[in-house]
Structure formats: structure tokens, C-alpha cells
């Protein structure tokens, strides 16, 4: 099963480049783990509602957030997430990490 990455701030370079890389990830995970057929639209909206109605506070707390937990939320999922949905997650994770050119070095499941 792939590792989920735990990306800190150093990771992205850029606060655009965080904000791209999250909404990326939840408009995929919403799509293909929630099978929503209307992910791109529904992200897109929600996106825009954040970015204009959020405290920056908020949106702190929002960006730090998993990705997979903000796609269950806009996909109304209130069940456990399945351990192949999870193994889809992580891999919809790594490969935008790769897609947005962030080093995969070091990143990964941080153990106690």
C-alpha cells in the first residue's frame, strides 16, 4: 500500500503552490474515491466560497487539514473509509506531489 505523504510547508515552495497541490488532491479524491461526478464543479465552488468568505484563520485550518477528509465532507461520507479507497488516496497524494515536481525524499509515514 503507498505511504501517505505528511507535506510541510517546506514542501511547496510558494503558499500558491500548497493551495494548487490541495485543491488538486481533493478534486481527485472527490472524483475517483467518492466517485462524485460533479467533482470539479463542486471543488471549484467551494474553493471560491473559502477563498471569499473564510477568516484567514479558517483557511489556516482548512489547508492544514487532509485533503481526503475535505473531499468526504463535500462528498457527504460519514462511513469509514475503506482501506482500497485509502491505497487510491495515497496514490492520487504521491502522484500530484510528482505532477507539481515536490521531492518525495524524506516524505512519507512519519513514525514515533
Known amino acids: 500500500m503507498p505511504e501517505p505523504l505528511i507535506m510541510t ?20 479524491t472527490l472524483g475517483t474515491v467518492f466517485q462524485e461526478a460533479e467533482a470539479p464543479s463542486i471543488v471549484r465552488d467551494y474553493r471560491r466560497e473559502v477563498d471569499r468568505k473564510a477568516s484567514g484563520l479558517e483557511q489556516i485550518a482548512l489547508y492544514h487539514s487532509s485533503p481526503l477528509s475535505v473531499a468526504a ?20 497524494q504521491q502522484e500530484a506531489a510528482r505532477e507539481f515536481g515536490f521531492s518525495m525524499e524524506g516524505l512519507g509515514r512519519q513514525t514515533e
Open 73 to 92: 465532507d463535500l462528498a457527504g461520507w460519514s462511513d469509514e473509509i475503506p482501506d482500497g479507497a485509502l491505497e487510491t488516496y495515497f496514490s492520487i
Open 9 to 28: 510547508s517546506d514542501s511547496f515552495g510558494s503558499i500558491e503552490a500548497q493551495r494548487l497541490w490541495f485543491w488538486r488532491v481533493v478534486q481527485q
